[in-house]
């Protein structure tokens, strides 16, 4: 009885494994965060006292942890620093231009920090389970020797103090920023670093993004009572702080008041505080609370604030339906920072944008809900994978909810691939899966990032057809929300959903800079003939119109894919006769098939999916 009952908790366990990740023996480690801050809002710092519990499911023991101090960044002499002084094309933001246009002469904002608008964290007190610690500061990393190791399947716990000073606003995090936010607290407490199959993630803060671990964060933040708070997570005590309920009676300590959040199943948590903050919220469909936080300067502002909100409300249905359900209770989208970035449950955006570029710039962050949040890509590794599924998912909802036209039928994402066909010849492009930090230019970077990677995502939908890629998405979702896939783990679903191998398409596009260009080479009356110019073979779709006027489109697999798209539902393919043709080899530099009537007109691939870099010659009329 008793070997029945353990069997049975065995296949249930196995079960339960399954369902929870792909990967065979996937593991990740888990923290939980109680945070206290009191905030000295005139001189721009504060006092932290941090209880972090670590649980340790590597299999491995660790005799050391690693600690990210992001503010540490923004002190001239940094990595950071130095960067903006020697890349080609510095973000502008983070660095002045002293010569002209045509010879620009860089010098990077960091390096004319004074003392006083430096940031820095500085850890006072580090122990675990009550024992003292040896940590050093290296850096934006905290380097800590434990005094035993964390064995495999144990919980530490950390208590840390540390003191800070936020720094002039110059990237994500800062104070006074040019929108007059006092206080953008991005990457503002010291931040446990990931570990994971590949080992420790050590990067040095040099203005790329972030990976981290998923835990549990409880937040007290304490600071002048005039000040509103936006922040990731719910807060819990709104009737006591100003902003969030009109008859909430603000309970003080003093001249400061504590607000208090609460988040789940998160890797970041960011705030914002100013006393000119006004606070506005609605609920969608789904149940999801969004706020919106931000400064009201005039009517045209409040206006635009106010149908954004709808808006992102309608854009998280939207979300839900097509990408997986959002799995929080609140979204808060708050004015602060510079541009936009994505936190859990919450975003920084700058907020003084005509509607489109507000509502656009929120898409993008909340889209990263995600690709990234809920998925806690690793963004310092893969970057397109964050990105470009992001920009994906931003185009999708600008066209069916702002534009209100209904997403292009056949290619949404066309505007990406025209930037991705000007990278591919300006000779700046760099393979996909090279490290976010060590791109050549910003130029690169970010056609790389966000334009290549929403192409690979729409074109992928090309070679397993549209309706599996929707179905890889869900799919996709249901197997890896709350963990920590790489793109292999979104591959290996696509090839489950569509049945077809896809090595050759993500180790082509992603890992070198290889282009697509076909061509029609020869039509005769009875025969078409096709040319691979390059060296990334494709599967090919060519629409034929005969002399009659009849249709046909002709279908030839890679013999890669090992596998077929089956027909898509297309209006330009409605009443087409689809005739399935022999595999192409790669190996092959050419390709021709018979015709049974006259052809007058031959496409290659009609709804421009196929990311051609010269279609000029796709298109032949006799």
Not at 209 to 232: C, L, M, R, T, W
Not at 274 to 288: I, Q
């Amino acid at each position: 009885m008793k070997s029945k009952v353990f069997l049975l908790a065995l296949i249930a366990l196995i079960s339960i494994q399954s369902t929870f990740a792909q990967r065979k023996g996937y593991w990740q480690q888990k923290v939980d965060y109680k945070i206290n801050v009191d905030v000295d809002e005139k001189n721009y710092q504060y006092d932290g006292t941090m209880t972090l519990k670590y649980t340790n499911n590597s299999g491995h023991s660790l005799s050391k942890v690693y600690f990210h101090l992001y503010f540490n960044a923004f002190q001239p002499g940094s990595m950071m620093d130095y960067r903006l002084s020697n890349i080609a094309d510095p973000d502008s933001r983070m660095a002045t231009n002293l010569g002209t246009k045509e010879n620009p002469k860089w010098e990077s904002r960091i390096a004319k920090l004074t003392p006083e608008q430096i940031g820095y964290q500085k850890i006072k007190t580090l122990s675990m389970n009550g024992a003292k610690t040896d940590f050093k500061t290296d850096g934006t990393l905290l380097e800590v020797r434990l005094p035993h190791a964390i064995e495999d399947g144990a919980t530490a716990t950390f208590d840390l103090t540390w003191t800070a000073q936020v720094p002039e606003q110059i990237r994500r995090a800062g104070r006074n920023s040019k929108e007059d936010v006092a206080l953008s607290m991005a990457q503002w407490y010291p931040k446990m670093a990931h570990f994971d199959e590949f080992g420790w993630h050590l990067d040095e803060y040099v203005a790329r993004e972030f990976v981290a671990p998923f835990g549990n964060f409880d937040v007290s933040i304490h600071i002048n009572k005039n000040y509103v708070v936006g922040a990731s997570g719910v807060l819990q005590n709104a009737d006591e702080v100003k902003g969030y309920q009109r008859k909430a009676k603000v309970k003080t300590q003093g001249n400061k008041a504590t607000w208090h959040y609460k988040a789940e199943n998160i890797h970041d948590f960011v705030w914002a505080a100013d006393p000119k903050f006004v606070v506005d919220s609605t609920t969608n469909k789904n149940g999801v609370t969004l706020y919106t936080v931000y400064i009201p300067v005039d009517d045209a502002t409040i206006k635009n604030w106010k149908q954004a909100l709808g808006l992102a409300a309608d854009f998280f249905d939207l979300c839900s339906q097509k990408f997986g359900s959002y799995p929080w209770s609140t979204y808060t989208i708050i004015q602060g920072g510079d541009g936009g970035m994505e936190y859990g449950t919450a975003t920084l955006v700058t907020g003084g944008r005509n509607i489109k570029s507000l509502v656009g710039v929120i898409f993008h962050e909340a889209a990263h809900s995600w690709y990234q949040h809920l998925f806690g890509i690793n963004e310092t590794v893969d970057e397109w994978f964050d990105e470009g599924f992001t920009s994906y998912v931003e185009e999708l909802g600008m066209q069916q909810l702002f534009y209100k036209k209904g997403a292009l039928e056949t290619n949404p994402m066309i505007e990406a691939y025209r930037a991705y066909y000007k990278l591919a010849l300006s000779g700046k492009e760099e393979p996909m899966s090279l490290l976010a930090d060590y791109y050549n230019t910003n130029y690169g970077y970010s056609n790389q990032a966000y334009n290549k990677g929403a192409v690979l995502a729409e074109q992928l939908g090309y070679i397993i057809g549209k309706s599996n890629l929707e179905k890889t998405f869900l799919k996709f979702y249901d197997i890896w929300k709350f963990k920590h896939p790489t793109p292999n783990d979104f591959k290996r679903v696509a090839e489950d959903v569509s049945g077809i191998n896809l090595k050759w398409y993500f180790n082509l596009f992603v890992n070198t800079t290889r282009h697509i260009d076909y061509a029609i080479q020869e039509v005769t009356d009875n025969s078409v003939t096709l040319r691979n110019k390059s060296n990334l073979a494709m599967p090919i779709d060519v629409l034929v119109e005969y002399k009659d006027g009849s249709k046909e489109l002709f279908y030839i697999p890679l013999r890669e894919m090992r596998g077929e798209k089956s027909a898509e539902n297309f209006a330009i393919y409605e009443n087409v006769k689809r005739t399935i043709l022999e595999d192409w080899n790669w190996t092959v530099p050419t390709y021709s098939f018979p015709v049974n009537k006259v052809p007058s007109k031959i496409w290659i691939d009609p709804t421009q999916r196929l990311a051609d870099i010269e279609a000029s010659d796709n298109y032949s009329a006799r």
